[in-house]
């Protein structure tokens, strides 16, 4: 079973970094397609990033594209999102979530039901 833990939310100011950790338990991590996702109050969750099982391969939402860089160490079992220039438009619980055995681009991988694994999501409130 795969377990995965969110970690780096917080409180920050328009503007300002965060970078959130996605650690995986319960399986091979190189075998892991990753992406982010992120869900406000009132609205579907939503598409942020997706990374390929080597890490060579990725894709994201154009509402983050050139702020937000999605990364992974296999050999530290974990997926990271670091976010820049933050916005408040961009609060919002932010989840990780993985699908196993998936070998291909991150084109076709924005949709939930792609995986099959999630975190419990860590909170990222921007204040304007």
């Known amino acids: 079973q795969v377990q995965l833990v969110e970690s780096g939310g917080g409180l920050v100011q328009a503007g300002g970094s965060l970078r959130l950790s996605c650690a995986a338990s319960g399986g091979s991590f190189s075998n892991y397609h990753m992406g982010w996702f992120r869900q406000a109050p009132g609205r579907e969750r939503e598409f942020v990033a997706a990374i390929n099982w080597s890490g060579g391969s990725t894709k994201y939402a154009d509402s983050v594209k050139g702020r937000f860089t999605i990364s992974r160490d296999n050999g530290a079992n974990t997926a990271y999102l670091q976010m820049n220039s933050l916005k408040p438009e961009d609060t919002a619980v932010y989840f990780c979530?993985?699908?196993?055995?998936?070998?291909?681009?991150?084109?076709?991988?924005?949709?939930?039901?792609?995986?099959?694994?999630w975190g419990q999501g860590t909170q990222v409130t921007v204040s304007s």
């Open positions: 979530a993985a699908r196993q055995g998936y070998y291909g681009t991150p084109s076709g991988s924005e949709a939930p039901y792609f995986y099959s694994y």
